[in-house]
């Protein structure tokens, strides 16, 4: 299909969106992530029954949590897709890549950078 | 199991802004059931704690730690060499197991994470309900196992009150009145003829209003 994607986005593959947890998602910030944004199959079309609902949910857990230290729980979001819409897969990358632009650095990554600076 | 529910997380902040080193403590048993005080969310906090200093340009040491159990010696144990690294331990056990760390190590600051809510049951996924007051006096095998202690709202040991309609209470129409539950399963167990015998007057003195509570066992004591 030739799509084109943002090239600074890494895709951590998963057994089933069900798989992440909470914490995974704060790692990720921890170190200095700008966005993550999870990409599980169609609601109601899950495997598992439930995994992209519980996903969901840890997402919007993370982001309250993001929210609630102020580094912006809009940097994380899921999205749902089916296997054979690659044209969705990468305009959610796009989408994602456009907001996280517009937000800019996270404070976590600039605070990493201050202290290395520091050191 | 006992139950707990989260702190709100700019409390947590707030408890711990004055500590410079500090261990988030959690415990294996009834909180991790109840989703509040595990290891997993020991891992959350701790990592939430450390983006908020490091956001805030402050050098923090914010280390996680999970134990079997609080409210035990034996597990209590395993941090006594590691606590004198810590200005701060942060609990995530029940009121008991923040009081035990508090005992056993005196000279350490030990905050609660969580607020300890009662005693209760997993109705469903992420809901808990309160099921026993540990009044000391089990009466559950007078009343078809449901408890009017914990359940109703004023503790009638001979109900249904005035207040009861509908088999909802008067408090709150979402909640069942206890003394109804009481009649609807003596019946199904054919024991109504149970209702009819007069509860006697309570001891209350092995409740909490008797002060607090020791259970020594000397047939276990070593």
């Known amino acids: 299909m030739r799509l084109k994607c943002p090239a600074d986005f890494r895709i951590i593959r998963l057994p089933c969106t069900g798989k992440i947890d909470v914490i995974h998602m704060l790692r990720a910030f921890e170190r200095g992530a700008d966005g993550v944004y999870v990409v599980g199959c169609m609601e109601g079309d899950c495997h598992f029954n439930t995994g992209n609902f519980r996903a969901r949910k840890r997402v919007e857990q993370t982001a309250r949590l993001l929210d609630a230290v102020g580094v912006g729980g809009e940097r994380v979001q899921m999205y749902n897709l089916s296997s054979g819409e690659g044209p969705l897969f990468a305009k959610y990358a796009n989408e994602m890549d456009q907001r996280i632009r517009e937000l800019g650095p996270s404070p976590i990554r600039e605070a990493i950078r201050k202290r290395k600076l520091a050191a | ?222």
């Open chain 2, 1 to 222: 199991m006992i139950i707990a529910d989260k702190k709100p997380i700019q409390e947590i902040i707030d408890q711990v802004s004055n500590y410079e080193r500090i261990l988030v403590l959690g415990c294996n048993e009834c909180v991790t059931v109840c989703e509040a005080g595990g290891k997993k969310e020991v891992e959350i906090l701790a990592s939430v704690l450390r983006m908020h200093f490091l956001k805030e340009g402050q050098e923090r040491k914010i280390d996680e730690r999970t134990l079997e159990r609080q409210c035990d010696h034996e597990y209590l144990e395993e941090i006594r060499d590691v606590i004198d690294q810590y200005d701060a331990v942060l609990s995530l056990a029940c009121g008991v197991g923040v009081q035990f760390t508090a005992e056993k190590y005196l000279t350490t600051p030990v905050l609660p994470g969580v607020n300890t809510c009662f005693l209760g049951a997993n109705e469903q996924r992420g809901m808990w309900t309160e099921r026993c007051q540990a009044c000391g006096e089990c009466v559950l095998g007078k009343t078809a196992g449901i408890c009017p202690i914990s359940r109703c709202a004023k503790r009638v040991m001979n109900g249904p009150c005035g207040g009861s309609t509908n088999g909802k209470c008067e408090i709150n129409s979402e909640v069942d009145c206890a003394w109804q539950l009481i009649i609807d399963r003596l019946k199904a167990l054919g024991r109504m003829e149970d209702y009819e015998i007069v509860a006697p007057i309570k001891d209350w003195s092995t409740e909490r209003a008797g002060g607090p509570r020791k259970v020594v066992r000397e047939d276990v004591q070593v």
